[in-house]
């Protein structure tokens, strides 16, 4: 009997060795990703194929609208591990309607503790259904606590998963922690050394290739994205979102701190190049293109009183225009503003774009200045000072004022749309061909302020841009109550000669799109 099955055996690993190996690379392609696993083990050949399969780049993606938080789960990774994976980092936007807990338990319990793991509420997702195939853009509404979720319908529920490889890099979870005994303070310098550290022993740089950030409600960003502009080399890509509850887990950057003296304000995914990648792994880049949302109105100001007022997280001022000496309260700034836009003005979302000089350092370091924008919501103006969201406004600033508007987000569409045009451009760019020789999409991920919806008669408006250039590419996305991209003032259309080197790292009414590309290694390096 054991002779006949070894000679069976035998007979099977012949019989599998007549195949070519074209057709069982087509064939082992189209096995899910546990199967594909458990076919590495057949033979020494499809273990060669497989490992090159789970070697390819690979952002997998799929979300569920199935009430059932458990079922909406199964769905989504049912459709995501469909196809061979190597799962990397995984990031997961759920609907407010679902238990923010059980689904991240839910989620890390499909891949175990030691992937790096996002689970975030969110505002609305983009994607694949995983039952239909079809293109869905879903946006929920706000719920403000436990017990108006319990009362929501059905139109809150939903699951959007993505799972990622990334080939050449690694990917760290790293916290930012805020003190809860006493003054809270967040720590942003110990996050920038952090992740200085694990970039470095990495990849032997201290700036990693990306940074993706996600933060809570409570966490003003601003000061945060100054020092991750300044502390990192222009070339490593800041995206993220702000203002959405979230959990974590990975095998770097699990909860290792006091929950009773810290609290995570926000998590960065770091992307690191791998020093230690053998010659025939080529290079992963990351790409974001910027879609704005709103248009400068009026002329310039400059800050003269300013009261901060932490209680409400608002600042009040008062203002004179350039090379003007009168003093000006809110509502005369705000009339000026309104005859010059001669339309609806108190209808619309209406912002003040501060221009500000400031020293900033990491630790002991010495400090240099930066010049950078940052938006603060109108919130009102009176006969003694405008009120705006927010803090860190001084006297002195320069600021404009910006409206939401419909027309520039279409127009600046049609310029991301462009801007992709040419990208794709540079190669290749079907899920094919991520192994040719020329540079690949093979992948997107966008932020889309929660606003912007309310601006378009027709549905996805602003997943076009991607899904024209790029079809049959994975494309997910999720509705935010702030974007987050790294970049200059140029973003905004042309720019004087005295704001060219302003930055502009935290958006509003904007569509980020993170594009990710795939180039192999050239003959000469294998």
């Known amino acids: 009997m054991a002779e006949l099955r070894r000679r069976a055996a035998a007979d099977m690993e012949t019989t599998i060795d007549l195949i070519g190996d074209d057709l069982l ?26 490992t090159t399969l789970l070697s390819s780049p690979n952002l997998s993606s799929a979300l569920s609208l199935n009430p059932s938080l458990q079922d909406a789960v199964n769905e989504a990774f049912d459709k995501v591990l469909s196809r061979p994976i190597r799962p990397q980092f995984v990031s997961a936007s759920i609907g407010p309607s679902f238990s923010l807990q059980q689904a991240h338990q ?6 175990g503790s030691r992937i790096p793991t996002v689970t975030l509420v969110s505002q609305g997702i983009f994607g694949r259904n995983a039952v239909s195939d079809e293109f869905e853009e879903v946006q929920w509404e706000f719920i403000e606590n436990d017990e108006a979720r319990l009362n929501h319908g059905n139109e809150n529920w939903g699951v959007l998963l993505t799972v990622g490889f990334l080939p050449g890099l690694k990917v760290s979870l790293i916290p930012l922690l805020s003190k809860t005994q006493g003054t809270q303070a967040l720590m942003i310098d110990e996050l920038v050394l952090n992740i200085r550290e694990c970039s470095s022993s990495v990849s032997g740089f201290a700036s990693p290739v990306a940074i993706l950030l996600f933060s809570d409600q409570e966490t003003d960003m601003k000061p945060v994205l100054q020092k991750l502009d300044y502390a990192f080399c222009p070339e490593t890509v800041i995206v993220g979102e702000g203002g959405s509850q979230f959990l974590y887990q990975g095998e770097t950057a699990s909860n290792h701190f006091n929950e009773e003296e810290y609290s995570s304000a926000a998590v960065a995914l770091s992307f690191l190049r791998d020093s230690g990648n053998p010659p025939d792994v080529g290079e992963t880049q990351f790409h974001v293109v910027l879609s704005p949302g709103i248009s400068q109105i009026g002329p310039t100001y400059k800050a003269v009183a300013v009261k901060e007022r932490p ?16 003093n000006l309260d809110g509502l005369t700034m705000l009339d000026q503003i309104y005859d010059e836009f001669g339309g609806d003005l108190y209808c619309s979302a209406l912002y003040v774009g501060v221009s500000k000089r400031r020293k900033c350092s990491i630790g002991m370091e010495k400090g240099s200045w930066i010049y950078l924008r940052e938006f603060h919501e109108v919130l009102r103006g009176d006969e003694e000072y405008l009120y705006v969201h927010g803090g860190g406004i001084r006297s002195g600033d320069s600021f404009q004022f910006y409206l939401a508007n419909a ?7 049609n310029n991301a749309s462009n801007n992709l045009r040419c990208l794709k451009r540079d190669g290749h760019t079907t899920s ?14 966008m932020f889309s302020c929660c606003g912007r919806g309310e601006y378009f008669v027709q549905p996805d408006v602003d997943c076009s841009p991607f899904m024209e250039n790029f079809p049959g590419i994975t494309f997910s996305g999720t509705f935010s109550a702030a974007e987050i991209a790294r970049g200059d003032l140029s973003l905004y259309g042309p720019v004087s000669e005295e704001n060219s080197s302003l930055r ?8 980020v799109y993170l594009v990710m590309s ?6 000469s390096t294998l």
């Open 25 to 50: 690379h087509n064939i082992l392609s189209r096995l899910p990703a546990l199967a594909c696993a458990n076919a590495a083990c057949v033979s020494r050949s499809w273990n060669l194929i497989i």
């Open 106 to 111: 839910l989620i890390t319990g499909k891949l």
């Open 407 to 413: 027309n520039v987000a279409r127009d600046s569409c």
């Open 311 to 326: 209680r409400d997280y608002s600042t009040w001022l008062t203002a004179k225009r350039e090379e003007q000496f009168e």
């Open 504 to 511: 502009c790292c935290s958006h509003v009414y904007s569509t």
């Open 432 to 445: 094919d061909n991520v192994n040719s020789k020329k540079k690949s999409v093979f992948g997107c991920i």
């Open 518 to 523: 795939y180039t192999p290694a050239s003959p």
